[in-house]
Structures are given as C-alpha cells and as structure tokens.
C-alpha cells in the first residue's frame, strides 16, 4: 500500500498546482454518474449527481451556464473509510489517472466488505445558499422582517433578487442583516435553482 499513498500524495499536490496555474481539467463529456473522480474536497469520490444549469449571475446581471457534480467519497488520501457527500463546480471533478483507477479497482477487489458498506451509504442533502444583504426595519423587528420574507418561496435567483431590490428590502451597502435564503437539495426548475426564506442574521 506504500506506493499507492504514494501516488496519492502526488496527486494531491499536483492537481492544486495545476488548477492554480489555470490548467483546467474539466471533467467534460467523460464523467458521468458513477464514476470515481477526484473533486473539490480530498480523497477518492464516486458521483451521484450531474445538475446542468442556466443560472442568473447577480455580478453581470446576465444568464450563464454552469454543472454541478455531486459526489460521495469512498477513502481519503490514506485509502481509510471516509464517507462523506459534498457537491462543486464541475471545473474541479476530474476522472482518476489510469494508474490511480487501477489502485483503486485492487483495493476494491480486496474490500469487498467497505465497498458494500459505501454502496448503502445513502448521500446527505446538499443545500445551495444565497446570503442577501438587507435593510434594517425602522421597528428594528427582526420578527417583522422574517414574517415579510417568509412569503419568499420557490423563487430562482433572479426573481428573488429582483423581488428584494422592488420592495425595498434589499441593500446594496455593507450595513445591514442578511436574509439567507435555501435551495434544499439544489432543487432545480428549468434549469434555475429555486430559493425559499430560511432565515435572518441579525448581526
């Protein structure tokens, strides 16, 4: 197993530098639900999910396409049991390098119990967060605020900021309480995340 963490340390190292250098390895059309990647966080991950979207971007005020990859992770860097879900941009998934693929099928053969374990894991949701910048009520109610917000449901990014931006809700400056507003799971409509009203920090 000496060469395999071997390898994984490398890889670990490498990829970091390659991403920061801007050498993209984008996973493209070759992953796919199911395969074995490394992603965003470190370890070893299996996909569960590809969300493709068209989403408002609030800096450009304009539509652009992004994917979502959802994935489990199966080992760490030190191939030990680390289940885990976590979900990122596609830019940071990319499918494990064939000598690292052929470790992992050896270990896989050789673990049958921690792989049957994995395949039962069920992935935890995953939920999209938009934090907005708000006014302040005159009353300093913050249960006043939260009744007003609480009529935000089911709303894509665009209609909800749209929304706080004509009810005078929303705040550009820095000055202020922040709405937090959820897409559970990244529930998606037409290619748009749906947010609803969660909560408001009050700080």
């Known amino acids: 197993m000496a060469c395999v963490t071997s390898f994984l340390i490398l890889a670990k190292h490498f990829a970091p530098v390659k991403r920061a250098l801007g050498i993209k390895e984008t996973m493209g059309e070759n992953v796919k639900v199911g395969d074995w990647v490394r992603s965003y966080g470190s370890g070893i991950w299996r996909v569960y999910r590809i969300l493709e979207l068209n989403d408002f971007d609030i800096p450009s005020q304009s539509y652009k396409p992004k994917t979502i990859v959802f994935s489990s992770r199966f080992v760490n860097d030190s191939y030990k049991r680390s289940f885990s879900t976590e979900s990122c941009d596609s830019s940071f998934v990319y499918r494990l390098e064939p000598n690292e693929q052929n470790n992992l099928n050896s270990f896989i053969v050789n673990n049958s119990?921690?792989?049957a374990k994995?395949?039962?894991y069920k992935p935890k949701s995953v939920d999209s967060i938009y934090n907005a910048n708000v006014n302040i009520p005159a009353s300093k109610?913050?249960?006043?605020?939260?009744e007003i917000l609480s009529t935000f449901q089911k709303l894509n990014l665009e209609e909800?900021?749209?929304?706080?931006?004509?009810?005078?809700?929303?705040?550009?400056?820095?000055?202020g309480w922040t709405a937090q507003f959820t897409s559970k799971n990244h529930e998606c409509s037409e290619g748009k995340l749906v947010y609803s009203f969660a909560k408001i920090l009050a700080f």
Not at 141 to 146: G, I, N, P, V
Not at 161 to 172: D, Q, T, V
């Open 113 to 115: 119990e921690l792989v």
């Open 118 to 120: 994995f395949d039962a």
């Open 141 to 146: 109610s913050q249960a006043e605020l939260e």
């Open 160 to 175: 909800l900021y749209r929304l706080l931006l004509e009810s005078k809700i929303g705040s550009s400056g820095e000055k």
